[in-house]
Protein backbone atom coordinates (compact mmCIF):
# COMPACT_ATOMS: atom_id res chain seq x y z
CA UNK A 1 0.00 0.00 0.00
CA UNK A 2 1.51 3.37 -1.03
CA UNK A 3 2.12 5.58 1.90
CA UNK A 4 0.23 9.19 1.94
CA UNK A 5 1.61 11.95 3.49
CA UNK A 6 -0.64 14.68 4.89
CA UNK A 7 0.71 17.88 6.10
CA UNK A 8 -0.47 18.37 9.47
CA UNK A 9 -1.91 21.89 10.55
CA UNK A 10 0.15 23.90 12.39
CA UNK A 11 -0.25 23.62 16.34
CA UNK A 12 1.69 24.36 19.48
CA UNK A 13 -0.38 21.95 21.68
CA UNK A 14 -0.17 18.77 19.87
CA UNK A 15 0.85 15.49 21.86
CA UNK A 16 3.84 13.97 20.38
CA UNK A 17 3.98 10.31 19.54
CA UNK A 18 6.82 8.10 19.05
CA UNK A 19 7.55 7.55 15.18
CA UNK A 20 9.97 5.43 13.18
CA UNK A 21 10.19 6.46 9.74
CA UNK A 22 12.20 5.48 6.72
CA UNK A 23 13.19 2.83 4.31
CA UNK A 24 14.64 -0.67 3.54
CA UNK A 25 15.82 -2.95 1.17
CA UNK A 26 12.44 -4.63 1.30
CA UNK A 27 10.63 -1.61 -0.81
CA UNK A 28 14.08 0.28 -1.84
CA UNK A 29 16.77 -1.10 -4.04
CA UNK A 30 20.40 0.39 -3.86
CA UNK A 31 19.98 3.76 -5.79
CA UNK A 32 17.22 4.97 -3.87
CA UNK A 33 18.96 3.67 -0.44
CA UNK A 34 22.01 5.43 -1.80
CA UNK A 35 19.61 9.15 -2.28
CA UNK A 36 18.47 8.03 1.12
CA UNK A 37 21.31 7.33 2.68
CA UNK A 38 23.30 9.40 5.73
CA UNK A 39 26.72 10.35 6.13
CA UNK A 40 28.40 10.94 9.73
CA UNK A 41 28.19 14.77 9.13
CA UNK A 42 24.90 14.58 7.67
CA UNK A 43 23.68 12.50 10.49
CA UNK A 44 24.82 15.35 13.45
CA UNK A 45 23.36 18.08 10.83
CA UNK A 46 20.08 16.32 11.11
CA UNK A 47 20.05 15.86 14.80
CA UNK A 48 21.03 19.60 15.23
CA UNK A 49 18.29 20.73 13.14
CA UNK A 50 16.14 18.72 15.07
CA UNK A 51 17.54 20.14 18.60
CA UNK A 52 16.63 23.67 17.04
CA UNK A 53 13.12 22.75 15.73
CA UNK A 54 12.10 21.42 19.21
CA UNK A 55 12.30 17.77 18.93
CA UNK A 56 12.57 16.06 22.15
CA UNK A 57 14.20 13.01 21.33
CA UNK A 58 14.96 11.28 18.49
CA UNK A 59 18.38 9.42 16.99
CA UNK A 60 19.37 7.80 13.33
CA UNK A 61 20.31 5.14 11.63
CA UNK A 62 21.92 4.66 8.42
CA UNK A 63 23.06 1.19 6.74
CA UNK A 64 23.88 -0.11 3.55
CA UNK A 65 20.38 -1.97 3.85
CA UNK A 66 18.23 0.92 5.54
CA UNK A 67 17.97 5.01 6.46
CA UNK A 68 15.05 5.09 9.61
CA UNK A 69 14.92 8.18 12.09
CA UNK A 70 13.71 7.07 15.34
CA UNK A 71 11.65 9.89 17.41
CA UNK A 72 9.04 11.89 19.28
CA UNK A 73 7.00 14.51 17.16
CA UNK A 74 3.87 15.89 16.78
CA UNK A 75 3.40 14.54 13.54
CA UNK A 76 5.87 11.96 11.38
CA UNK A 77 6.11 14.80 8.42
CA UNK A 78 8.62 16.65 10.67
CA UNK A 79 10.98 13.55 10.75
CA UNK A 80 10.62 13.32 6.97
CA UNK A 81 10.90 16.21 5.76
CA UNK A 82 14.31 16.34 8.09
CA UNK A 83 15.15 12.78 5.89
CA UNK A 84 14.72 14.34 3.02
CA UNK A 85 16.34 17.93 3.79
CA UNK A 86 19.72 16.15 4.71
CA UNK A 87 19.86 13.96 2.07
CA UNK A 88 19.29 13.40 -1.56
CA UNK A 89 15.80 12.10 -1.92
CA UNK A 90 12.90 13.58 -2.16
CA UNK A 91 9.57 13.40 -0.47
CA UNK A 92 7.95 11.98 -3.77
CA UNK A 93 10.53 8.94 -3.58
CA UNK A 94 9.87 8.74 -0.02
CA UNK A 95 6.19 8.40 -0.24
CA UNK A 96 6.58 5.39 -2.70
CA UNK A 97 8.80 3.22 -0.45
CA UNK A 98 9.02 4.38 2.73
CA UNK A 99 7.30 2.88 6.28
CA UNK A 100 5.67 5.09 9.31
CA UNK A 101 5.16 3.61 12.49
CA UNK A 102 3.58 4.55 15.22
CA UNK A 103 3.34 4.16 18.61
CA UNK A 104 3.76 0.57 20.13
CA UNK A 105 4.77 -0.62 16.14
CA UNK A 106 7.65 1.96 16.12
CA UNK A 107 8.78 -0.18 19.11
CA UNK A 108 8.17 -3.50 17.83
CA UNK A 109 9.69 -2.57 14.59
CA UNK A 110 13.00 -0.88 16.67
CA UNK A 111 13.51 -4.73 18.09
CA UNK A 112 13.20 -6.06 15.01
CA UNK A 113 15.50 -4.26 13.19
CA UNK A 114 17.69 -4.30 16.20
CA UNK A 115 18.49 -7.90 17.11
CA UNK A 116 18.60 -8.97 13.14
CA UNK A 117 15.16 -10.30 12.51
CA UNK A 118 14.35 -7.52 9.85
CA UNK A 119 18.31 -7.70 8.63
CA UNK A 120 18.76 -8.58 4.76
CA UNK A 121 20.53 -11.36 5.77
CA UNK A 122 18.61 -12.96 8.88
CA UNK A 123 20.55 -13.14 12.10
CA UNK A 124 23.28 -9.92 10.96
CA UNK A 125 24.33 -8.57 14.25
CA UNK A 126 26.19 -5.80 13.21
CA UNK A 127 23.16 -3.43 13.21
CA UNK A 128 23.38 -3.14 16.69
CA UNK A 129 26.59 -1.61 16.69
CA UNK A 130 24.71 1.01 14.80
CA UNK A 131 22.11 1.50 17.08
CA UNK A 132 24.42 1.79 19.58
CA UNK A 133 26.16 4.49 18.09
CA UNK A 134 23.44 6.42 16.96
CA UNK A 135 21.84 6.73 20.33
CA UNK A 136 25.48 7.73 21.91
CA UNK A 137 25.14 10.42 19.18
CA UNK A 138 22.24 11.91 20.23
CA UNK A 139 22.86 11.70 23.72
CA UNK A 140 25.77 13.57 23.64
CA UNK A 141 23.73 16.70 21.82
CA UNK A 142 21.24 15.96 24.96
CA UNK A 143 18.72 14.55 22.09
CA UNK A 144 17.47 11.58 24.03
CA UNK A 145 14.84 10.96 26.72
CA UNK A 146 13.94 8.25 29.48
CA UNK A 147 11.99 6.75 26.93
CA UNK A 148 14.45 6.29 24.51
CA UNK A 149 17.45 4.97 26.46
CA UNK A 150 15.15 2.31 28.14
CA UNK A 151 13.72 1.31 24.68
CA UNK A 152 17.41 0.94 23.40
CA UNK A 153 18.67 -0.69 26.26
CA UNK A 154 16.06 -3.14 26.03
CA UNK A 155 16.45 -4.05 22.44
CA UNK A 156 20.45 -4.29 23.29
CA UNK A 157 19.52 -6.66 25.93
CA UNK A 158 16.83 -8.64 23.37
CA UNK A 159 19.88 -8.85 20.84
CA UNK A 160 22.75 -10.30 22.78
CA UNK A 161 20.37 -12.89 24.65
CA UNK A 162 19.20 -13.71 20.31
CA UNK A 163 23.06 -14.15 19.50
CA UNK A 164 23.67 -16.67 22.81
CA UNK A 165 20.49 -18.46 23.78
CA UNK A 166 19.75 -19.29 19.90
CA UNK A 167 21.45 -20.90 16.84
CA UNK A 168 19.95 -17.83 14.39
CA UNK A 169 23.24 -16.45 13.58
CA UNK A 170 24.76 -19.76 12.29
CA UNK A 171 26.08 -19.50 8.90
CA UNK A 172 26.71 -16.53 6.61
CA UNK A 173 24.95 -13.31 8.90
CA UNK A 174 26.39 -10.39 7.61
CA UNK A 175 26.99 -8.69 3.85
CA UNK A 176 31.31 -8.98 4.61
CA UNK A 177 30.67 -12.60 5.28
CA UNK A 178 28.03 -13.41 2.62
CA UNK A 179 30.74 -11.59 -0.32
CA UNK A 180 33.59 -14.27 1.05
CA UNK A 181 31.01 -16.89 0.53
CA UNK A 182 30.14 -16.07 -2.89
CA UNK A 183 34.07 -16.05 -3.58
CA UNK A 184 34.53 -19.02 -2.36
CA UNK A 185 31.85 -20.65 -4.43
CA UNK A 186 32.30 -18.92 -7.43
CA UNK A 187 36.04 -17.87 -7.99
CA UNK A 188 37.94 -21.12 -8.61
CA UNK A 189 41.65 -21.87 -6.99
CA UNK A 190 40.99 -18.89 -4.99
CA UNK A 191 44.08 -19.77 -3.13
CA UNK A 192 46.47 -18.67 -6.15
CA UNK A 193 43.92 -15.75 -7.10
CA UNK A 194 44.96 -11.51 -6.59
CA UNK A 195 41.87 -10.10 -4.54
CA UNK A 196 41.91 -6.13 -3.96
CA UNK A 197 39.86 -4.80 -1.79
CA UNK A 198 39.50 -1.11 -2.04
CA UNK A 199 37.49 1.14 0.88
CA UNK A 200 38.20 0.44 4.31
CA UNK A 201 34.90 1.66 6.52
CA UNK A 202 33.42 -0.82 8.56
CA UNK A 203 32.25 -3.03 5.93
CA UNK A 204 35.87 -3.40 4.18
CA UNK A 205 37.43 -3.79 7.21
CA UNK A 206 35.20 -6.81 8.81
CA UNK A 207 35.30 -8.37 4.58
CA UNK A 208 39.15 -8.34 5.00
CA UNK A 209 39.30 -10.14 8.56
CA UNK A 210 36.29 -12.62 6.76
CA UNK A 211 39.07 -13.22 3.52
CA UNK A 212 41.86 -13.95 6.13
CA UNK A 213 40.08 -16.23 8.31
CA UNK A 214 38.44 -18.47 5.44
CA UNK A 215 40.48 -18.38 2.88
CA UNK A 216 44.11 -20.09 2.55
CA UNK A 217 46.64 -18.02 1.25
CA UNK A 218 45.28 -15.71 -1.47
CA UNK A 219 47.21 -12.58 -1.87
CA UNK A 220 44.98 -9.86 -0.50
CA UNK A 221 46.28 -6.02 -1.68
CA UNK A 222 44.13 -3.25 0.35
CA UNK A 223 43.99 0.12 -0.92
CA UNK A 224 42.09 3.42 0.68
CA UNK A 225 42.07 6.93 0.00
CA UNK A 226 43.64 7.19 3.55
CA UNK A 227 46.71 5.43 3.58
CA UNK A 228 46.98 5.28 7.65
CA UNK A 229 43.64 3.14 7.75
CA UNK A 230 44.64 0.41 5.46
CA UNK A 231 47.77 0.13 7.03
CA UNK A 232 46.42 -0.29 10.64
CA UNK A 233 44.13 -3.13 9.20
CA UNK A 234 47.70 -4.44 7.01
CA UNK A 235 49.37 -4.33 10.53
CA UNK A 236 47.13 -7.38 11.99
CA UNK A 237 46.90 -9.62 9.07
CA UNK A 238 49.69 -10.69 6.23
CA UNK A 239 48.67 -8.15 3.45
CA UNK A 240 49.66 -5.66 1.04
CA UNK A 241 48.86 -1.75 1.36
CA UNK A 242 49.05 0.10 -2.28
CA UNK A 243 48.66 4.25 -2.32
CA UNK A 244 45.02 5.31 -3.69
CA UNK A 245 47.13 6.72 -6.91
CA UNK A 246 47.69 2.72 -8.20
CA UNK A 247 43.95 1.77 -7.90
CA UNK A 248 43.96 1.41 -11.75
CA UNK A 249 47.37 -0.29 -11.75
CA UNK A 250 46.11 -2.69 -8.99
CA UNK A 251 42.77 -3.59 -10.69
CA UNK A 252 44.39 -4.70 -13.74
CA UNK A 253 46.02 -7.30 -11.73
CA UNK A 254 43.43 -8.53 -9.57
CA UNK A 255 40.92 -11.66 -9.82
CA UNK A 256 38.73 -10.31 -7.49
CA UNK A 257 38.11 -6.61 -6.59
CA UNK A 258 35.78 -5.51 -3.20
CA UNK A 259 34.08 -2.02 -3.76
CA UNK A 260 33.92 -1.09 -0.05
CA UNK A 261 33.87 2.76 -0.02
CA UNK A 262 31.72 5.22 1.18
CA UNK A 263 31.82 7.87 -1.49
CA UNK A 264 28.51 9.49 -2.72
CA UNK A 265 29.39 9.03 -6.47
CA UNK A 266 30.50 6.16 -8.29
CA UNK A 267 34.61 5.15 -7.90
CA UNK A 268 35.12 2.71 -10.54
CA UNK A 269 34.27 4.06 -13.72
CA UNK A 270 34.78 1.79 -17.20
CA UNK A 271 38.12 3.67 -17.98
CA UNK A 272 39.66 2.25 -14.86
CA UNK A 273 38.69 -1.13 -15.50
CA UNK A 274 41.05 -2.59 -18.46
CA UNK A 275 42.12 -6.48 -17.65
CA UNK A 276 42.76 -9.50 -19.88
CA UNK A 277 41.08 -11.65 -17.73
CA UNK A 278 37.95 -12.34 -15.64
CA UNK A 279 37.50 -10.45 -12.96
CA UNK A 280 34.92 -10.12 -10.49
CA UNK A 281 33.89 -7.40 -9.04
CA UNK A 282 31.65 -7.14 -5.70
CA UNK A 283 30.48 -4.12 -4.73
CA UNK A 284 29.40 -3.60 -0.78
CA UNK A 285 28.60 -0.09 -0.84
CA UNK A 286 25.69 2.05 -0.46
CA UNK A 287 25.22 4.44 -2.80
CA UNK A 288 26.61 2.12 -5.59
CA UNK A 289 30.60 2.60 -5.67
CA UNK A 290 30.94 1.07 -9.73
CA UNK A 291 29.07 2.64 -12.47
CA UNK A 292 26.86 0.12 -13.70
CA UNK A 293 28.76 0.12 -17.01
CA UNK A 294 31.83 -1.95 -15.26
CA UNK A 295 29.66 -4.58 -15.90
CA UNK A 296 29.46 -4.66 -19.44
CA UNK A 297 33.05 -4.85 -19.66
CA UNK A 298 34.24 -7.95 -21.77
CA UNK A 299 35.48 -10.42 -18.96
CA UNK A 300 33.90 -8.27 -15.76
CA UNK A 301 30.93 -9.87 -13.48
CA UNK A 302 29.99 -7.16 -11.38
CA UNK A 303 27.39 -8.20 -8.07
CA UNK A 304 26.37 -5.60 -6.13
CA UNK A 305 25.22 -6.33 -2.22
CA UNK A 306 21.78 -6.86 -3.08
CA UNK A 307 22.39 -9.83 -5.10
CA UNK A 308 25.12 -11.50 -2.27
CA UNK A 309 22.14 -11.14 -0.03
CA UNK A 310 19.87 -13.03 -1.63
CA UNK A 311 22.09 -15.60 -1.82
CA UNK A 312 20.74 -18.94 0.03
CA UNK A 313 23.34 -20.32 1.90
CA UNK A 314 22.57 -24.15 3.27
CA UNK A 315 22.50 -22.88 7.09
CA UNK A 316 19.37 -20.27 5.89
CA UNK A 317 16.98 -22.61 6.86
CA UNK A 318 18.34 -24.06 9.77
CA UNK A 319 18.52 -20.40 10.99
CA UNK A 320 14.58 -20.13 10.46
CA UNK A 321 13.77 -22.64 12.64
CA UNK A 322 15.39 -20.55 15.35
CA UNK A 323 13.05 -17.38 14.88
CA UNK A 324 9.87 -18.34 17.29
CA UNK A 325 12.56 -18.62 19.78
CA UNK A 326 14.11 -14.68 18.82
CA UNK A 327 10.70 -13.82 18.78
CA UNK A 328 10.02 -15.24 22.24
CA UNK A 329 12.83 -13.34 23.72
CA UNK A 330 11.84 -10.31 21.88
CA UNK A 331 8.10 -10.79 23.22
CA UNK A 332 9.46 -10.88 26.72
CA UNK A 333 11.38 -8.00 26.99
CA UNK A 334 8.78 -6.05 25.33
CA UNK A 335 7.03 -7.02 28.05
CA UNK A 336 9.02 -6.04 30.55
CA UNK A 337 9.52 -2.24 28.71
CA UNK A 338 6.01 -1.77 28.19
CA UNK A 339 5.37 -2.56 31.60
CA UNK A 340 8.12 -0.32 32.97
CA UNK A 341 5.93 2.60 30.37
CA UNK A 342 2.78 1.92 32.27
CA UNK A 343 3.92 2.21 35.41
CA UNK A 344 5.93 5.33 34.31
CA UNK A 345 2.35 6.59 32.85
CA UNK A 346 0.92 6.17 36.07
CA UNK A 347 3.69 6.63 38.71
CA UNK A 348 2.98 10.52 39.17
CA UNK A 349 -0.49 9.35 40.71
CA UNK A 350 0.18 6.60 42.41
CA UNK A 351 3.17 9.42 44.12
CA UNK A 352 0.33 12.29 44.50
CA UNK A 353 -1.99 9.73 45.93
CA UNK A 354 0.61 8.74 48.57
CA UNK A 355 1.27 12.47 49.61
CA UNK A 356 -2.47 13.25 49.62
CA UNK A 357 -3.11 9.91 52.15
CA UNK A 358 0.00 10.93 54.17
CA UNK A 359 -1.29 14.90 54.27
CA UNK A 360 -4.66 13.61 55.59
CA UNK A 361 -3.20 11.22 58.14
CA UNK A 362 -0.76 13.66 59.24
CA UNK A 363 -3.73 16.14 59.90
CA UNK A 364 -6.43 13.84 61.68
CA UNK A 365 -3.34 12.67 63.69
CA UNK A 366 -2.62 16.27 65.11
CA UNK A 367 -6.49 16.41 65.39
CA UNK A 368 -6.90 13.51 67.98
CA UNK A 369 -3.75 13.82 69.66
CA UNK A 370 -5.69 16.76 70.96
CA UNK A 371 -8.77 15.10 71.87
CA UNK A 372 -7.27 12.06 73.28
CA UNK A 373 -5.62 11.65 76.25
CA UNK A 374 -2.55 9.22 76.29
CA UNK A 375 -2.53 9.29 72.49
CA UNK A 376 0.65 7.63 71.12
CA UNK A 377 1.15 9.08 67.05
CA UNK A 378 4.28 7.07 66.96
CA UNK A 379 2.54 3.71 66.77
CA UNK A 380 -0.16 4.73 65.02
CA UNK A 381 1.95 6.32 62.32
CA UNK A 382 3.55 2.99 61.46
CA UNK A 383 -0.11 1.20 61.09
CA UNK A 384 -1.07 4.30 59.03
CA UNK A 385 1.57 4.06 57.06
CA UNK A 386 1.41 -0.06 56.22
CA UNK A 387 -2.32 1.29 55.74
CA UNK A 388 -1.65 3.58 53.40
CA UNK A 389 1.38 1.59 51.58
CA UNK A 390 -1.29 -1.43 50.78
CA UNK A 391 -4.54 1.01 49.25
CA UNK A 392 -1.53 2.72 46.82
CA UNK A 393 -0.31 -0.89 45.79
CA UNK A 394 -4.04 -2.34 45.35
CA UNK A 395 -4.32 1.35 43.09
CA UNK A 396 -0.88 0.23 41.33
CA UNK A 397 -1.72 -3.31 40.73
CA UNK A 398 -5.31 -2.48 39.45
CA UNK A 399 -3.95 -0.22 36.65
CA UNK A 400 -1.47 -2.85 35.67
CA UNK A 401 -4.53 -5.05 34.75
CA UNK A 402 -4.96 -5.14 30.97
CA UNK A 403 -8.42 -5.26 31.09
CA UNK A 404 -9.39 -1.22 32.23
CA UNK A 405 -8.77 1.78 30.61
CA UNK A 406 -5.81 3.20 32.26
CA UNK A 407 -6.35 6.69 30.93
CA UNK A 408 -9.90 6.75 32.59
CA UNK A 409 -9.13 5.56 35.76
CA UNK A 410 -6.30 7.98 36.15
CA UNK A 411 -8.66 10.68 35.70
CA UNK A 412 -11.13 9.29 37.81
CA UNK A 413 -8.39 8.96 40.97
CA UNK A 414 -7.51 12.12 40.08
CA UNK A 415 -10.74 13.55 40.55
CA UNK A 416 -12.01 11.70 43.78
CA UNK A 417 -8.96 12.73 45.78
CA UNK A 418 -8.28 16.39 44.07
CA UNK A 419 -4.97 15.83 43.26
CA UNK A 420 -2.07 17.65 42.40
CA UNK A 421 -0.20 15.65 39.44
CA UNK A 422 3.62 16.23 39.12
CA UNK A 423 4.49 14.75 35.51
CA UNK A 424 7.88 16.00 35.69
Known amino acids: ??????????????????????LSYKKADAVLRGKFSLDAISVEKLLNQAKTSGIEALFAISTCNRTELYGFAEHPFQLIQLLCNNTQGSLEAFQKVAYVHKGKEAVSHLFHVGTGIDSQILGDFEIIGQLKKGFALSKSLGLTNPFLERLCNS????SKRIKTETCISTGATSVAFASVQYILNHVMDVDRKHILLFGMGKIGRNTCENLVKHIDGPKITLINRTKDRAEKMAGKFNVEVRDYGELQAEIRKADVLIVATGAKTPTITEALVHTKKPLLILDLSIPKNVDA???TVRGVKLVHLDELSQITDATLEERKKHLPQAHAIIGEIKGDFNEWLEMRKFAPVIKALKTKLKTMKDEELDNQSKKLNGFEPEH????TNRIIHKITSRFANYLKESDIDTEESLALIQKIFQLEVNRA
Do not use: N
Not at 1 to 22: C, D, N, Q, W
Open 1 to 22: MRLTIVMPEPTSHKPRSFYAIG
Open 155 to 158: VIQA
Open 293 to 295: SVG
Open 380 to 383: VDVV
